[in-house]
């Protein structure tokens, strides 16, 4: 008998990928210099962060990713107790100072930029999903309080989130509540006052149950910091008549809030990471923002929530990318066609195998300029000097938003899916990492908003109602990156970016003429939006990743003489002539507008 070793799952962080992107093709480090709170991001910082973050990430999350999904959460008596490991590695990522990475330095924070916590948390999903879910939305609660809470609320738990002392959740799911919020029954009873007279900051006793809920209860932190939707007494009906309200697991006097974890479920992936039913029996807490504002205020946490999402799928995407090359590299089955030498060859000299290789390597150079794009931008959105381009680059983040968390998950599972084969039975087993990847990343087309609804929104509110000023914006984003790529004079020793240009160009033509047929036939058909909107979505994903693959073309052409730079080319070239098409069937769909959906339905 005998044996045959295969390289094991593993990860190496993407440094010199993450540094091409944000130097190279954002020309980031110089962008924030030019922002008053990040004039001290230059590049040398943000090498140290970066190789400080892949550092944690490969050295302790890693190793615990097997472990987390193996031996899962336990319940008992409302407690529960996060797999072996999970509470070691939240006390060195909190005495490494990671939870205020980018957190104001008022509240104790470092003061960095969002995109470089954006980065970090690609190799923290990348190494360990599950554990990453329990510190993910911290950074959202931080933005919330500290755009709605009252001044009391900041100074009692801002510098407790920014420091990692306690952690935070998003309580909004119900059971007869799940994309609809409208429908949210969790009460809050004013305290000492009348109910149309309570303000931002008052006192409320909370009763209700919430579903779904991570890291609702746990063993690495003493206090949870829920932000829970509620409806008072007085409240309109629907989504209007929502409020937030703040519920601490301990109160400021120490003793335990009314607030019980009744189960946690058993789940398909991340199984780490303890997705929990609540119970709040008149547990005490205080009004976040305006009473039946809740949404407002919760939106703060949801968006930045749905950016972590979309790099979630990007950290699964780099995961399998990097280990379907490894074990594609050293799996030797039959011969190549067109090799001579040898019975067998590398299966990654196999076409077959090839192109999902290469279609990994592309998404996720693609994936990750999008992602760390829209971060730089919601930087420059909340601090740059000038009105007019804080207001332009808010306009472009408003309009990814969606097209990040839909786009990037749903493109990242399929392809983490397709990567499973390069194993082939063997990645059908545990043995290899590879089928816990297809269904850890199964979730991020669910929650914060499932990738349907972000494909209506899209549509309805960021193209329809404001007339397509932002997709206009947008547009003219890729429209100059085409025109920079056309200007690139022909080098004798390169390839031409002309022909890559046009490529682009035909699917930027069609996708325009697609949005003005439907902006205009909607008014005669007020469904038509509804059957094509994901449809509508990837396509625009699609031309998004054509922008990437461009501009990384045209950056990397000239340097071709280094492998790396080789390997960038390559992959955005793969990524244009071979991925992008898939824009042109979803377009397809989109036009189809006499195409109707069944109205019976089977039993």
Not at 316 to 340: D, K, V
Not at 452 to 459: C, H, N, R, S, V
Request: with cysteine.
């Amino acid at each position: 008998m005998f044996c045959v070793l295969f390289p094991m799952w593993s990860y190496i962080p993407p440094l010199r990928e993450l540094q091409f992107v944000l130097e190279d093709l954002l020309d980031a480090p110089a962008r924030w210099a030019s922002l008053p709170p990040y004039a001290d991001a230059d590049a040398a910082t943000v090498r140290q962060v970066l190789e400080e973050a892949g550092r944690f990430a490969a050295g302790v999350l890693a190793p615990l990713n097997a472990i987390g999904d193996r031996e899962g959460c336990t319940w008992h008596g409302g407690e529960v107790r996060t797999p072996p490991g999970f509470h070691q590695a939240y006390r060195a990522y909190v005495q490494a100072g990671w939870p205020a990475l980018a957190c104001s330095p008022e509240w104790g924070g470092q003061g960095l930029p969002l995109g470089l916590h954006l980065a970090l948390n690609e190799m923290l999903h990348s190494a360990n999903h599950a554990w990453a879910m329990y510190p993910g939305l911290a950074h959202g609660a931080y933005e919330c309080l500290r755009s709605h809470g009252t001044p009391e609320l900041q100074q009692r738990y801002l510098p407790r989130i920014v420091s990692g002392e306690w952690l935070a959740t998003m309580c909004l799911t119900e059971a007869q509540a799940g994309s609809d919020l409208g429908l949210v029954r969790t009460r809050a009873e004013p305290v000492g006052v009348a109910a149309d007279a309570i303000e931002s900051g008052g006192e409320v006793k909370v009763s209700g149950s919430k579903i779904f809920i991570s890291g609702g209860e746990h063993d690495l932190t003493d206090n949870i910091v829920h932000l829970v939707l509620v409806r008072l007494p007085d409240a309109p009906p629907g989504s209007r008549g929502l409020s937030l309200a703040l519920v601490p697991k301990i109160l400021p006097g120490g003793q335990r809030n009314a607030v019980h974890c009744d189960g946690i479920e058993h789940k398909m992936g991340i199984r780490g990471s303890a997705t929990c039913v609540l119970r709040f029996d008149g547990a005490t807490g205080w009004l976040v923002g305006e009473p039946h504002r809740g949404l407002a205020a919760m939106f703060v946490m949801m968006n930045a929530a749905r950016l972590l999402v979309g790099v979630q799928g990007l950290g699964h995407l780099e995961m399998a990318r990097q280990n379907a090359w490894r074990y594609a590299q050293q799996r030797y089955q039959s011969r190549a066609p067109g090799r001579r030498d040898g019975p067998t060859s590398a299966i990654a000299e196999h076409p077959a195998v090839q192109r999902t290789l290469w279609r990994l390597e592309a998404l996720a150079q693609g994936q990750r300029l999008l992602a760390l794009a829209t971060a730089v931008w919601l930087d420059e959105a909340e601090h740059h000097v000038e009105p007019a381009l804080r207001g332009r680059a808010r306009r472009l983040v408003e309009f990814l938003t969606p097209v990040v968390k839909a786009f990037l998950t749903d493109t990242a599972h399929h392809a983490v899916n397709a990567a499973l084969q390069v194993w082939g039975g063997h990645g059908y087993l545990r043995d290899h990492g590879i089928e816990q990847a297809v269904r850890d990343s199964r979730i991020t087309m669910i929650y914060e908003g499932s990738n349907e609804i972000q494909a209506i929104d899209l549509l309805q509110r960021k193209l329809f109602e404001d007339g397509c000023h932002r997709f206009a914006e947008v547009m003219g984003v890729i429209d100059r990156e085409i025109e920079a790529a056309r200007a690139e004079p022909v080098r004798a020793d390169g390839p031409e970016l002309q022909p890559l240009a046009a490529v682009l160009q035909a699917q930027v033509d069609a996708l325009r003429e697609a949005t003005a047929r439907l902006y205009v036939g909607r008014q005669d058909d007020p469904t038509w939006a509804y059957r094509v909107a994901d449809d509508y979505l990837q396509a625009f994903g699609w031309v998004l990743m054509g922008w990437a693959w461009l501009r990384t073309a045209r950056c990397t052409a000239p340097r071709r003489a280094d492998a790396g730079y080789a390997t960038r080319f390559d992959a955005a070239r793969y990524g244009l002539e071979w991925l992008l098409p898939e824009a042109g069937w979803r377009l397809q769909q989109v036009g189809r507008r006499q195409a109707r959906l069944p109205v019976s339905q089977p039993g």
